[in-house]
């Protein structure tokens, strides 16, 4: 089993910053892609941001120069730095790891429950 539990969502004004957490638990053996994703009301789910195993990272366009994600492997997380916010980065964001389990030594793809980030103009 394995679980993915996101945090540091809330309410912000325009121009701040928040930070998100994600933590994973469980029959791990390998992490491979951490990745953030977001989806705002009325919109798809698309891609924030993505770090490799060996730290290669990959933004979306309207987050670049904005948003840095990292992880720390010591600790099963995955962190993404928000500044700069915008009202159009309001939406629930969830993140997304590509993971071996320990158990059934099969890659799967995890999903966390997802976070609600709001911010006001």
């Known amino acids: 089993q394995v679980h993915l539990v996101e945090s540091g969502g809330g309410t912000v004004q325009a121009g701040g910053s928040l930070r998100l957490s994600c933590t994973v638990s469980?029959?791990?053996?390998?992490?491979?892609?951490m990745r953030w994703y977001r989806q705002g009301p009325g919109y798809q789910r698309e891609l924030v941001a993505s770090?490799?195993?060996?730290?290669?990272?990959n933004y979306g366009d309207s987050v670049k120069g904005r948003f840095t994600i990292s992880r720390d492997n010591g600790k099963n997380t995955v962190y993404l730095q928000m500044n700069s916010l915008k009202p159009e980065d309001t939406a629930v964001y969830y993140c997304?790891?590509?993971?071996?389990?320990?158990?059934?030594?099969?890659?799967?793809?995890?999903w966390g429950q997802g976070t609600q980030v709001t911010v006001s103009s």
């Open positions: 997304n790891m590509q993971i071996l389990s320990r158990s059934t030594l099969n890659w799967g793809d995890y």
């Open positions: 469980g029959s791990i053996f390998k992490i491979n892609f």
């Open positions: 770090i490799t195993s060996d730290g290669t990272t």
